[in-house]
Every structure is written in structure tokens, then in C-alpha cells.
């Protein structure tokens, strides 16, 4: 908390304009790394963007093990050993998250996802073949041995020794094949792996990070519900647990999150926005631009686009997109103005 506090000091951000969690201090926009080439020339971009992004006052980067074969989280590791050993932030001053939970692959092994699967997990048993949850080309598990394994190499890719917010990545592919029962059952191990690496000082916080999971019906074979969620981590780990992060999409052309009724607590309706603020749950949100389909929809400017997503009720922050250091300074202006 004191050094992302310290951080926006140094940077002359006004307290109005930062979110606050029990954790840290943020903007309401961060630096998204999900789009991109598998080329050296979009990690160099990337490596610029972020670097020029710490360098402006955007302290949250947000990533994954699985985007562009792992050089997303390489490319964030990057830019994070140029800024610290030159001495522009410190580690304490920055919120690093990612996810895991999608089969990936490895760019620099030349191992496409299925090749990771066979010659990496099921040949060293981290996981059998019975533990991947397909639903056409997505391959998701729950099994905890495959989280310490992303979890040590994302460690590694990122040069962190402790991730701040580390996410179950679109759990609802596992929902769908596993169904209600099975699904929650196996959620609970999983949550034991992640009490453990925050008890040992390794994570700070964990959550899920969706698509469809919280923004479909409740009828539908994806949903996943947030109160069902919360019921499997308190029996787990207590109140006292390190769940505190959900992530979704929502944007001007894609606001269930924030307009439709998904989920219910306690016998109310809720939206899935509403619905993690009712449980004391931090939101984070993907794609605030619908990949630039908003934009092309003509639903307004840059600046429009994200004061609807960021100025909704119960949104912590946006994870922007941004392969470009004049995509970072336009979005941080907007933000700042």
C-alpha cells in the first residue's frame, strides 16, 4: 500500500483520480497484453509501451501464461528489469497480475499448445489426459499440479518472487464439461493451492478471470456463480482468505456485466458486476474496448469509451490493450484530463 502510494506522490497523481483496494493504490485504467504477433518486433513494442506506462503514472500491467506463447509474460518481465534496475519504480510500487489455467504453449520451444500438452505435461505427469476439460479448441483444467507449474514458470517469466493478483483463467470451460457438482468440488483443491502460495508469501491475492462464466444465464452450462464461488472459498479458507479479484468483459458494445441480470445472492438478482460488489469483490475488466469494435461501432471516443467502463459502479480498473507507447499516453490522458 505505501509504495504504490509513494508512486502516485512521486508522479503527481491526485488522490481523485486513484482506486483504492485493502492492497494498493491504482489508476482506474492498466496496461492489458493479451493482443499481438509472436514476433520480436511486437516484444519490443510492448517492452516500449509498458516501460512508457510506468514511466507516466500506470502502475498495474495485467497478462497471462498463455498469451502469445508466454512472450507476454516475458516481455512484461522485461520491461520490469528495465525500470527497476535503472531505478525509475520499485517492485513494491507495482501490481503485477496474470493467469493460468488454459493449456499454453511456449514460442521459444516451438511448442504449440497441444505439442506442451503431450511432450511437457502428460510426459512429466503433471497432468493425464483425463484432467483437460475441451469444449471445441479451449483446453482448460483444474488440477492443481498444472497451477504450481504455471504458477513457478510465470515466476520465472516475470522475475517475480511474489505475483500480486494470479487468476483461474476462463474457469467456465471447465463448468461446461464438469457440470455444477463436480466443478465446485474440484474449485475447492484448487483453492487450498492458492491459500498455500499466499500463506507462503508467493501471491497476495488470487480470483477468476471470465468470459462467459458470470455474464451468462443461470441456466446455461457456462455460468458460474459468484455467491456459489464465494461459499467453496470460505469453507476452504475462512473469511479471512486471499480471494478478492474477479475479471469480465465489459464495454459500450458488450455491457452484460453491468446491465443483465446473471446471478443471485441470498435470493436477490444482480448484475455481475453488482454481484462481486455485494461480496466485497474487487473488479477488474478485459477488452473495455471490445477489441477496438467499439470503436469501429462509432459509440464514441477513446475517451467516451472509457468513462463508461471505468465510471461504472464496482469497477476497479480497466485492462487496456496497449501494443503501443502512443496507445499508453492517449489512454493515460484520457484518464488524467
Not at 41 to 60: K, M
Not at 104 to 133: C, M, S, T
Not at 158 to 168: A, C, M, N, Q, S
Not at 228 to 241: E, P, R, T
Request: aromatic share 8%.
Amino acid at each position: 500500500m505505501n509504495g504504490t502510494k509513494r508512486y502516485f506522490a512521486r508522479k503527481k497523481v491526485c488522490d481523485q483520480k486513484l482506486r483504492t483496494t485493502d492492497g494498493f493504490y491504482c489508476l482506474p485504467i492498466a496496461v492489458g497484453t493479451h493482443l499481438g504477433e509472436f514476433s520480436d518486433e511486437d516484444s519490443e513494442l510492448y517492452i516500449e509501451a509498458l516501460t512508457r506506462a510506468v514511466d507516466l503514472g500506470i502502475n498495474f500491467i495485467d497478462t497471462a501464461i498463455n498469451y502469445r506463447g508466454m512472450r507476454s509474460e516475458k516481455d512484461v518481465g522485461q520491461a520490469l528489469r528495465l525500470l527497476i534496475e535503472s531505478g525509475l519504480v520499485n517492485r513494491d510500487q507495482l501490481i503485477i497480475s496474470t493467469k493460468a489455467g488454459q493449456i499454453f504453449g511456449d514460442i521459444h520451444l516451438d511448442l504449440r499448445p497441444l505439442d506442451y500438452l503431450e511432450q511437457v505435461l502428460i510426459k512429466r505427469g503433471i497432468l493425464n489426459r483425463a484432467d483437460v476439460n475441451i469444449v471445441g479448441n479451449h483446453r482448460h483444467t483444474l488440477e492443481p499440479s498444472f497451477y504450481k507449474h504455471s504458477f513457478e514458470i510465470s515466476r520465472k517469466n516475470l522475475g517475480l518472487g511474489t505475483i500480486d493478483i494470479h487468476y483461474i483463467h476462463n474457469p467456465e470451460i471447465s463448468m461446461n464439461v464438469l457440470g455444477r457438482q463436480e466443478f465446485y468440488k474440484r474449485l475447492g483443491k484448487l483453492i487450498e493451492f492458492y491459500e498455500s502460495k499466499a500463506e507462503q508469501g508467493f501471491l497476495r491475492y488470487y480470483g477468476i478471470a471470465t468470459w462467459w462464466g458470470l455474464v451468462s444465464d443461470e441456466g446455461s452450462p457456462w455460468h458460474i456463480s459468484l455467491a456459489d464461488i464465494s461459499k467453496v472459498v470460505k469453507s476452504v479458507a475462512g473469511n479471512d482468505n486471499h480471494f478478492r479479484f474477479v475479471q469480465m468483459p465489459l464495454s459500450k458494445s458488450n455491457n452484460t456485466a453491468r446491465e443483465k441480470v446473471t446471478q443471485t445472492i441470498m435470493g436477490k438478482k444482480y448484475s455481475a458486476i453488482q454481484a462481486a460488489t455485494e461480496l466485497e469483490l474487487y473488479v477488474t475488466i478485459s477488452s473495455p474496448l471490445d477489441q477496438g469494435h467499439a470503436l469501429s461501432c462509432d459509440l464514441g471516443s477513446v475517451v467516451e469509451l472509457l468513462d463508461y467502463v471505468i465510471n461504472t459502479d464496482g469497477v476497479l480498473a480497466a485492462m487496456v490493450g496497449s501494443k503501443k507507447k502512443e496507445h499508453v499516453e492517449e489512454n493515460f490522458r484520457a484518464i488524467i484530463r
